[in-house]
Every structure is written in C-alpha cells, then in structure tokens.
C-alpha cells in the first residue's frame, strides 16, 4: 500500500517529518493509513491519499498514528541522576533551563522536575519545557492523567510525593504541574528558537532513531544551537553514535547516555549516601542531592559489579562493539546474571542488532520473568518487527506485574 500509482506514503512521510519507514516497517505504515482511511469512512485509497495531501489535520492524524511512542515515568532513570549531578555541578546567576522534546504525554518532563526537585533545587532555580510535535500527546500531558502503564518500578515512593489520586488514576500536584510548560513546536521548523534563551540541558531520546541520515544531521544541528556554550544533551541507546559524531563529547555516566557541547571533560562525582527528599523550605541548589528520584531500581541495589559498571561506561562513550564483546565475555562467566543480560541485550539494540537483543531479553526474562523493563524492551521490538500481537501481549504482560506491585503501595488519600 505504501507506494501505489503515485501514492507513496512512505515518501510523504520521509518528506514531511523525515522519517525512515525502514525504522518502523513498512508494514507499520500500512496499517496505520488502513486504521485512518476506516476513522474517516473512506474505502478508496486513492480519495484517501487525496484527503492527507489536501488536508493539514489528517495528515496529522496519519503521523501519529504511525508513530506511537512508548514512555513512563523515569524510564532509564540513570539519566535523570545524571542531569541532577551535573546541574548541581554548574553554577549561574539564572534559571537552569532544561527542554524535553518530544515530550509526549508529559511523563518524561514531569520525571525531569521531580528528579531537581528531590535533589534540592527550589522551585524558582529551574524551568522545564515541554515540546510536542503531537497536539493529541499535548493535551493529555496538560490534562495529567496517567494510569498503571506510566508507573513501573520496584520504588514508587515518590509517586506519593507529587501526585494525588484521582477516579481514573494519578495526577501531579499543582507544585510539579508549575515547574513545566507544556507547548507545540517541531524541531523540523525555527519555531523552537525564536526568542528563547538557550538551554542547559536537552532530553530528546529515542526520536532520532525514526528519521533517515539528512534529517538526523539536520535536528543534531537544531539540537546544538538550541543548547547553551557548555550545555548536556541526552539521547537513547540507539542515539549515541550520532552525538559522538557531530562534535559532542560523553559524560562519564553509566547508562545515562548524556553528551557535552564542545570538548570540556565532566568529572564522574561517587553517588552520596541515600537521603530523604529535601523539605521544600530548605531546597537550594547547594543541597546534598537525593536519590529517592531514581524508581527503577531499589537504593540498596544501585552499586554495580565492577565488571558490569565498566562495561556501562565503555558503552555510554560511544564503544558499543567493545562493550558488547566484553560483555558476552562477562556472560560466558556469569551466565545467569540478569543485570548482564540486560545490558547486553540494550547494547545490541543499540548496534542495530534488532534480532540479537531480542534474544537476549528473552533470556533475561526466563530468568527473572518479572523484569518489567525488558519486557517493554520486548514489545517495542516486536512491534517493529510487525507483530502487534506480541507486542500487546508483553505489555499486557508487563501491566499486570505492575498491577501487583502497586497494591503493596499505599494509595493517596
């Protein structure tokens, strides 16, 4: 269907917002313009392809349709720690200016503020914004309803903190809604720039992977005049080549997947002992950081084995080759270590080896069938690989380990 007698959808697609159908499938795109041609009640793919190229709402519509993004609260939550490290570690006479882009249904820069915030930052020593190229995405961020897919980890203390219960789920507080503004923009366009002052830091992950070479290329150059002098940049897994490669330098930060503009080195500072949120009378940027902001993993388990934790650093620094042989290496030796086999099946992602990590997250899940994050892992490549079924099948199967979790969580009140 993608290219039939002059109705190339995937050509539209790539000129439109870039994007590589090779990234998602052609069968992905497929089925998204069946999906669209039965919401609009025509049968004729030729009247179809008439409508999205006379029409600005469909083909909005069609794009994101096409592409449905998958995020929770925290997700890969070294990043989160990392940006706190080296917020506290830059000093300013203003604001510390973080964007989120693509922020989707808001869980990543809602997890953006609450990380400052527990780590001691005022309410009036940072802003967050919040840009979406998706209107449908943007409204349900500003309307802040998130149900049990948003939230999974082990440690959901801080949903306690800045959230309150609601019929239909969990909504942010007033607090956490004022550190973040929410609005439309397309980093394809100049409408990001225009009077804004520069950023200190900008999260746009897992958006990179979806677009061809010259669309890549050309948002890495919005992305680095968009940032301040000595600004942090953080990307996916999949991502880290292209940071490395237009001129951005690694942060030493396992797993956080966060770059520098320029050259300078950022010192890799040992985590402080675990501590409670900061009160809000006493937060200022000088306070010792907290790290009840990080979900994902339970305190106690944060230390790494030696082994793994250097092969974290190998990849965060762009060597993803070394790091994978290293840790099949590491693997032959431990071969029932669920940690390792994470690892390696997101470096393996990371490489492009679609099928490779897939593997992996399959053993991993053998050995702990309730790792959460792997199986989301799981369902997103799956997807990709054009099986729909599977796919809901492991996030089904991820909702309910979430769903038994939660029930040892006390509910707000």
Same mark, same amino acid.
């Given at each position: 269907m993608g290219a039939r007698a002059g109705m190339d959808f995937e050509q539209m697609l790539r000129e439109t917002i870039g994007l590589d159908?090779?990234?998602?499938?052609?069968?992905?795109?497929?089925?998204?313009?069946?999906?669209?041609?039965?919401?609009?009640?025509?049968?004729?793919?030729?009247?179809?392809?008439?409508?999205?190229?006379?029409?600005?709402?469909?083909?909005?519509?069609?794009?994101?349709?096409?592409?449905?993004?998958?995020?929770?609260?925290?997700?890969?939550?070294?990043?989160?720690?990392?940006?706190?490290?080296?917020?506290?570690?830059?000093?300013?006479?203003?604001p510390f200016r973080v964007l989120s882009v693509p922020c989707c249904t808001g869980e990543e820069p809602y997890s953006i503020a609450m990380a400052l915030l527990d780590g001691g930052f005022a309410a009036e020593a940072f802003h967050v914004d919040a840009v979406d190229i998706s209107t449908r995405a943007l409204a349900r961020a500003r309307k802040g309803e998130y149900g049990p897919n948003s939230f999974r980890g082990k440690d959901l203390v801080w949903r306690e903190r800045w959230f309150r219960a609601t019929a239909k789920g969990y909504a942010p507080s007033e607090p956490l809604r004022n550190q973040v503004e929410f609005r439309h923009g397309n980093l394809l366009t100049s409408d990001l720039e225009a009077g804004r002052d520069p950023y200190d830091a900008i999260f746009c992950r897992n958006l990179l992977i979806y677009f061809d070479r010259e669309t890549q290329e050309r948002i890495m150059g919005v992305l680095r005049s968009l940032l301040s002098p000595d600004g942090f940049l953080f990307v996916g897994a999949s991502e880290t080549y292209l940071?490395?490669?237009?001129?951005?330098?690694?942060?030493?930060?396992?797993?956080?997947?966060?770059?520098?503009?320029?050259?300078?080195?950022?010192?890799?500072?040992?985590?402080?002992?675990?501590?409670?949120?900061?009160?809000?009378?006493?937060?200022?940027?000088?306070?010792?950081?907290?790290?009840?902001?990080?979900?994902?993993?339970?305190?106690?388990?944060?230390?790494?084995?030696?082994?793994?934790?250097?092969?974290?650093?190998?990849?965060?620094?762009?060597?993803?080759?070394?790091?994978?042989?290293?840790?099949?290496?590491?693997?032959?030796?431990? %071969?029932?270590?669920?940690? !390792?086999?994470?690892? &390696?099946?997101? =470096?393996? +992602?990371?490489? #492009? $080896?679609? @099928?490779? /990590?897939?593997?992996?997250?399959?053993?991993?899940?053998?050995?702990? %069938?309730?790792?959460?994050? !792997?199986?989301?892992? &799981?369902?997103? =490549?799956? +997807?990709?690989? #054009? $099986?729909? @079924?599977? /796919?809901?099948?492991?996030?089904?199967?991820?909702?309910?380990?979430?769903?038994?979790?939660?029930?040892?969580?006390?509910? &707000?009140?």
């Open positions: 159908a090779g990234s998602i499938g052609s069968s992905t795109i497929d089925r998204a313009v069946r999906q669209r041609m039965a919401g609009t009640g025509i049968a004729s793919l030729q009247e179809y392809w008439v409508r999205v190229k006379t029409s600005n709402e469909e083909l909005q519509e069609l794009i994101e349709s096409v592409v449905v993004p998958e995020t929770w609260f925290f997700r890969d939550a070294e990043a989160f720690r990392c940006l706190v490290r080296l917020a506290r570690q830059e000093s300013r006479n203003r940071a490395s490669r237009t001129g951005f330098s690694a942060v030493r930060h396992p797993m956080s997947f966060a770059f520098r503009k320029g050259t300078a080195t950022v010192t890799e500072m040992p985590l402080p002992p675990v501590s409670q949120p900061v009160p809000a009378s006493k937060r200022l940027p000088a306070l010792p950081v907290a790290q009840a902001f990080s979900p994902n993993v339970p305190a106690a388990a944060i230390p790494q084995p030696t082994g793994l934790k250097a092969l974290q650093r190998l990849a965060n620094a762009g060597h993803l080759r070394e790091a994978v042989e290293q840790c099949e290496r590491y693997i032959r030796n431990a %071969p029932s270590s669920p940690d !390792a086999w994470y690892l &390696l099946g997101v =470096l393996k +992602e990371a490489r #492009g $080896d679609f @099928e490779g /990590a897939l593997d992996c997250y399959r053993k991993l899940l053998y050995l702990d %069938p309730e790792h959460v994050e !792997a199986m989301a892992h &799981l369902a997103l =490549l799956t +997807e990709r690989q #054009g $099986d729909p @079924e599977a /796919a809901a099948r492991a996030r089904e199967r991820a909702r309910r380990i979430e769903l038994r979790r939660n029930k040892t969580v006390s509910p &707000l009140r």
